[in-house]
């Protein structure tokens, strides 16, 4: 399945305490958690470029499945991970301590990101 395309941020769950566990600013959480993103996905074979635009930030990762990438987190921190496939549908990394599934089931985008007992979930509808 291709996942390819742009989504729009329908709802989420456990914002503020999950950016509050990876440290960033109250007053940057206060700012993020009404504004809704864009996320935009080009996938080309095992080759993949993700744009997130929240507000005036965009937050640009490329990667290619199996080979070590360097990603930039929320809190603007880069770090060196490998994304792996799972199945036809799932994208998984560990970046420095968090778990990070990109799902996509029709023109659902699934994102839950993991940090120790907390998850952030994002759920994205196809535009």
Do not use: W
């Not at 291709?2 to 941020?9: A, M, N, Q």
């Amino acid at each position: 399945m291709s996942f390819t395309g742009k989504y729009e941020l329908q709802s989420q769950e456990n914002f503020e305490p999950f950016m509050k566990a990876l440290g960033l600013p109250e007053e940057q959480i206060e700012k993020g958690k009404d504004l809704k993103s864009i996320s935009e996905i080009v996938q080309d074979g095992n080759k993949f470029k993700f744009t997130v635009t929240t507000g005036s930030k965009v937050l640009q990762n490329e990667f290619t499945i199996g080979e070590e990438t360097e990603m930039e987190m929320l809190t603007g921190q880069k770090v060196k991970t490998i994304v792996h496939l799972e199945g036809n549908n799932k994208l998984v990394a560990e970046l420095k301590g968090l778990k990070s599934v990109t799902e996509i089931n029709g023109d659902t985008l699934t994102s839950t990101l993991t940090k120790g007992d907390i998850s952030y979930k994002r759920i994205s509808k196809r535009l």
